[in-house]
């Protein structure tokens, strides 16, 4: 008996995780105190059916992935007239767009384009509901999720989307499909994410309400072989515009985008700290009506223009360690110089917004340093 019991638990030692499983650490800044699916056991699924069960439903979870959960297909595609915008003078290298919310025919689409049919995967262009008190947390690099993308929107709050690659949502269309959408939530995580060839917004908080929310050691990979810049680089990086969201983003890599990188309003109050830009063939910040922003102890490296012009918004840009100063009092410490090389300017000293740092949850910030950051992004790195 002694023999069969040995057998039976040795069997299942080979079929179980080893060691701990759930979410790595805790959120700092304004996503503090996330918690996802807490305690709860962690589930593993098998199949995109079971993946999107997990995530939509109303229990509390924790949600491990183990491979690649390809949506590709699951939905069927879609023919339907698109346009070809002003702005792809490049055929197939450039983005085509699906005609979403009129985009094709309202004018957005600029003097000069004109009507082609367009097929696209139907799954990319939704994102997947995801319930409150979640945890997505990947194993090693294996969390895959292909062709769709997730909403966190409509009240669902406490999510944590830790160590997971989102990808390949028609990335030849503009209107292709957002990988993180926030519309109407409170405290989310998004941690060691990586994200790439996405058609529209990698990452876009809407005009709802978002409330708190921490984007920490993620990975925004732009380069793509469709680009609405016609250079390898993804316009549609990050989206900014909730009604008086509290945003941190720290310890980011946000690497050959040209465009919204990201774009800000809405009264959103952004901390962006310890991050990288690298290889943007356009501009990174875009400072739009409403939009309160320190940007300190990041690295700009060949970024043609970190701030586009004009700026309506409020930006703080850590100009010398002297004005820095003035940090300690909201912030609780010194704001961190910025450190550029082979990039345009970035210079903006506007405080008048400071106190809404009061109070609030605020992320620590260290000297610039592109080792640690890129050393420390993305899928695979904790």
């Known amino acids: 008996m002694r023999g069969l019991i040995a057998a039976v638990l040795g069997t299942y030692s080979l079929f ?19 918690t996802g699916g807490g305690s709860a056991s ?11 069960s997990y995530l939509t439903d109303s229990s509390p979870r924790v949600i491990m992935l183990n491979k690649e959960f390809n949506y590709i297909g699951s939905e069927g595609s879609v023919t339907e007239t698109g346009c070809r915008p002003a702005s792809n003078t490049c055929g197939s290298a450039g983005q085509d767009a699906i005609n979403h919310a009129d985009w094709c025919t309202n004018g957005n689409a600029g003097s000069g384009s004109y009507s082609i049919s367009v097929t696209y995967d139907k799954a990319g262009v939704s ?10 947390v990947g194993v090693g690099s294996s969390g ?9 929107a409509n009240g669902a709050t406490n999510v944590i989307i830790q160590n997971i690659h989102i990808t390949d949502l028609n990335p030849q269309y503009i209107w292709g499909g957002d990988a993180i959408t926030l519309a109407g939530t409170d405290l989310v995580w998004i941690d060691h994410v990586k994200i790439s060839l996405i058609g529209r917004q990698m990452f876009v908080a809407g005009e709802d309400a978002s409330n708190r929310v921490t984007i920490s050691n993620s990975e925004f990979d732009g380069s793509t072989s469709w680009s609405a810049t016609c250079d390898g680089h ?13 945003i941190t983003l720290k310890g980011n890599y946000i690497h050959h985008t040209s465009g919204r990188s990201p774009k800000v309003g809405g009264n959103t109050l952004l901390h962006a700290v310890n991050n990288e830009w690298y290889a943007n063939s356009g501009h990174a910040f875009d400072v739009g009506s409403g939009s309160m922003i320190v940007a300190e102890g990041n690295i700009f490296q060949n970024v043609v223009t970190p701030l586009l012009s004009p700026k309506v918004g409020q930006l703080f840009t850590s100009p010398t360690t002297s004005v820095n100063t003035v940090c300690a009092s909201y912030l609780g410490h010194n704001c961190q110089l910025n450190a550029f090389g082979s990039s345009g300017s970035f210079s903006s000293s506007d405080t008048g917004f400071f106190s809404n740092f009061n109070g609030k949850n605020v992320a620590s910030a260290a000297t610039a340093n592109a080792a640690t950051i890129t050393g420390g992004a993305g899928i695979g790195k904790i």
Request: hydrophobic letters at 35%; charged letters at 15%; a positive charge.
């Open 42 to 52: 962690p589930v593993y699924p098998s199949t995109i059916a079971e993946l999107t």
């Open 16 to 34: 179980r995780p080893c060691g701990a499983v759930g979410v790595t650490g805790t959120p700092e800044g304004f996503g503090k105190g996330t």
């Open 234 to 246: 993804h316009y549609w990086a990050l989206y900014m515009i909730g009604s008086n969201d509290l």
């Open 127 to 136: 994102g997947i509901n995801v319930g409150s008190n979640k945890s997505i």
């Open 144 to 152: 895959v999720i292909r062709g769709k993308g997730l909403r966190i």
